[in-house]
Structure formats: structure tokens, C-alpha cells
């Protein structure tokens, strides 16, 4: 089994940054594609964003172009999201995500391990 924990979550005001992580740990058996999804409440889980195996590769969703950055450690397993120019919008949950296909992809289907999530709230 694979599980990832977010650290990070909290609350910011607009136009703030935060830092999230995901720690992986337990049975890695290859290289793994990562993502960034996210919910709002009364809303669908959106993408963010998501990073290839090794890191070469990156994919935004638009509402977050620019603003957020995507990148991981593997050596210490761990998967990164800097979000800059916080938005009241960007409020949800966030969660990670892990994928061992070898495609790097925007589906939420795809990813076969989850966090719990960890709620960001940017509020003045």
C-alpha cells in the first residue's frame, strides 16, 4: 500500500502565499506521476495541477498558471505546491494524488492513491 499526507493548509489572506506537501511512504514499486486536485464546498473536484515521474514535465490548470508552482524531492519522496497571489476563489480542500502509469494526466480517475486532503482558506 502507498499513502500520502498533506502538510501545510491554513489560512491566508488575499494576495498571501502558502506551501503545501505530500509526504509519500510505504510500497513504492516504480516511478509515479503526482498531482494537486482540489474541491470547493458545493463544488466538483477541479485539477490544479500535476508534475511527470522525474520532474521534467509540468501541467497547470489556467486558473492557476502563473501563480502556482508544482515540484517534487524524490529523494525524499515528498511532492510540493508553492501557491502564490491567493485568490478567495482558491479556497478548498487540496489533495495530492499519485499515479504509476506512465503518462502524466489531468484525470482524476487516473490516480490510483489519495491524501486526506488539507483545507486552504484565503479570506481577509
Known amino acids: 500500500q502507498v499513502q500520502l499526507v498533506e502538510f501545510g493548509g491554513g489560512l491566508v489572506q488575499p494576495g498571501g502565499s502558502l506551501r503545501l506537501s505530500c509526504l509519500v511512504s510505504?510500497?513504492?514499486?516504480?516511478?509515479?506521476?503526482m498531482a494537486w486536485f482540489r474541491q470547493a464546498p458545493g463544488k466538483e473536484r477541479e485539477f490544479v495541477c500535476a508534475?511527470?515521474?522525474?520532474?521534467?514535465?509540468?501541467y497547470y490548470a489556467d486558473s492557476v498558471k502563473g501563480r502556482f508552482t508544482i515540484s517534487r524531492d524524490n529523494d525524499k519522496n515528498t511532492l510540493y505546491l508553492q501557491m502564490n497571489s491567493l485568490k478567495p476563489e482558491d479556497t478548498a480542500v487540496y489533495s495530492c494524488?499519485?499515479?504509476?502509469?506512465?503518462?502524466?494526466?489531468?484525470?482524476?480517475?487516473?490516480?490510483?492513491?489519495w491524501g486526506q486532503g488539507t483545507q486552504v482558506t484565503v479570506s481577509s
Open positions: 494524488a499519485l499515479d504509476f502509469g506512465v503518462l502524466t494526466t489531468r484525470a482524476a480517475n487516473e490516480y490510483e492513491y
Open positions: 510505504g510500497r513504492i514499486v516504480s516511478r509515479y506521476s
Open positions: 508534475i511527470s515521474r522525474i520532474g521534467t514535465s509540468t
